[in-house]
Every structure is written in structure tokens, then in C-alpha cells.
């Protein structure tokens, strides 16, 4: 549960649940389920239960909706930063239909729901043609095949915004084809950690220049633990050359910091 979160693309976060199963190359430094195992708890794979939460929980957005009565801009809740509310395993079904409830029960606020099985959706969604005008559902892509693969999915469902999520983005992706007609908004950003791989600067410029001359809204949300600089004197553990040929050198998500040729993106989509 986060109230006014971190992450820099959204204002609150909610997990209807913790556990999740590895699907993709971008899960293989998963840092949920680092902080899980952090915290004691094992809720990840194929064979672990889940981690289910009280009344208390679930009842904090019916707050945070009701304080943005109201407001100009309205809040945006990443659900789930801890789990995928697609994962198909029966014992998720009530928890998925509750969530569904709460979503229907919170106009004021905009879910914001990111899986990685978005062939799963039509099968276990709760809406069909009908879905809710405060629900935004997002998929991610971290390599070529990824996006080939799922973005026909994503475009198939008439959710009022569509997004995509190139983070940890490990490949250059080419996504002329779904943006601006089924695609409203891209996050992408390097990923970070012990074991981050260094993305390359190409890679995100080529995403922002489709972006812009699509007309989809760019979100930049960090370099990760490496960035472009020179190296020098620095230990060899902590330089590395990206595909684009660009030195990268590890200094920690903090310095790398979010800017992008000098400039940071934190746009947002405009809701069909």
C-alpha cells in the first residue's frame, strides 16, 4: 500500500494481494520480489501462496476517493506494484473480483492496471465492451519479441487509456505500428538494483522520437543504476559499453537521476 508513492508516474499504489510467477526477461531481477523476500516472505513462483490483506487495507482507496472529490487532476493508482491482477490461479479470483468491486466503487480515482499477461484479460476481466472510465490498462515490454507478442492483446481490449511499460527496457523496440491508434502512453526507464543490465541511450531516444511523432504522451522514469558518462578512474566493475557503443557507468538509481538530454518527460496520456 502506498499513499502518495514514489513512483514517479503515479500518485498512489495498491496491492490486492503480494506473489506473482516469472513470465519475461524483464522479471529476472524482479524487484518485488526481492523486497518480499526482504520482508520474510515467500510468494513467489508457481507452487507458493499468496499474501492476502485485511478489511483495513482495502478500505484505504475508498479514502483517498473521496478526498479527491473535487480535484483538478486526478489521482492515479498503480495496482499492482507487488503482483499481476491477470495471473490466473483460482485462489485469486475473489480477491480480483473485489478489486473490481472497489474499482467500480472509487470513481474519483484512475486504476491504473499493468500486468504481464495480457492475453488473460478478456478471459478474466469482469467487463467486456463496457470497461470503466476510470480504469487505464498497461502492459510491459521490455524486448521487440515481447511487444509483437502482447501488444495485439492489449490493443484488443476498450480500455479508455492504453499504456505500455518498457522498463526495464533491454532492447530497442519499434512501436510505430500500435501508437497513437491503440497506444496513448509510454513509460520506459532502466532498470536498477545489484544485478541491473545497463540499457542503452538509443534505445530510449528512439522511444521518445516515435512518441513525439506519434502524438503519445512520454513518461522517462529513470536511468536505473547505470548512466552515460566516461568512466575514468573508475573501477572496471563499475564501466560497461552499451549495444549502442555509449559508456555507461554504474552510480546508483540516485545519481543517475531522470533526465533525458537534459530535460525530464512526465507526460500523460489524454483519455480517449
Known amino acids: 500500500m502506498g499513499a502518495n508513492s514514489k513512483i514517479e508516474w503515479t500518485t498512489h499504489t495498491f496491492n490486492p494481494w503480494w506473489g506473482c510467477t516469472k513470465v519475461s526477461e524483464a522479471c529476472k531481477h524482479c524487484y518485488a520480489e526481492s523486497w518480499a523476500r526482504r520482508l520474510g516472505k515467500d510468494v513467489w513462483g508457481p507452487t507458493t501462496s499468496r499474501r492476502f490483506f485485511s478489511d483495513q487495507h482495502w478500505r484505504q482507496p ?52 499493468l500486468t504481464k499477461r495480457p492475453q488473460n484479460v478478456e478471459r478474466l476481466a469482469r467487463w467486456t465492451s463496457d470497461w470503466p472510465d476510470n480504469v487505464w490498462l498497461g502492459t510491459t515490454v521490455e524486448l521487440q519479441s515481447r511487444a509483437d507478442e502482447l501488444l495485439p492483446y492489449l490493443s484488443a481490449i476498450p480500455a479508455r487509456v492504453r499504456f505500455i511499460s518498457a522498463e526495464p527496457l533491454l532492447g530497442e523496440l519499434q512501436l510505430q505500428a500500435w501508437l497513437g491508434s491503440s497506444i496513448d502512453w509510454v513509460i520506459t526507464g532502466g532498470e536498477s538494483g545489484p544485478k541491473a543490465r545497463p540499457a542503452s541511450p538509443q534505445w530510449f531516444r528512439s522511444l521518445h522520437l516515435q512518441c513525439m511523432e506519434s502524438g503519445v504522451a512520454f513518461h522517462f522514469k529513470q536511468w536505473g543504476d547505470w548512466a552515460p558518462g566516461d568512466g575514468e578512474n573508475l573501477p572496471a566493475e563499475k564501466v560497461r559499453r552499451a549495444q549502442d557503443g555509449t559508456s555507461m557507468v554504474r552510480v546508483g538509481k540516485r545519481n543517475a537521476g531522470r533526465t533525458l538530454d537534459g530535460c525530464e518527460w512526465n507526460q500523460l496520456p489524454i483519455a480517449r
Open 62 to 113: 475508498v479514502k483517498w476517493n473521496q478526498d479527491a472529490e473535487g480535484l483538478v487532476e486526478r489521482p492515479r493508482v498503480f495496482c499492482a506494484s507487488m503482483a499481476d491482477v491477470f495471473e490466473d490461479r483460482t485462489e485469486l479470483a475473489a480477491h480480483r473480483d473485489r478489486l473490481f468491486d472497489l474499482i467500480e466503487e472509487t470513481p474519483n480515482l484512475d486504476w491504473l492496471l
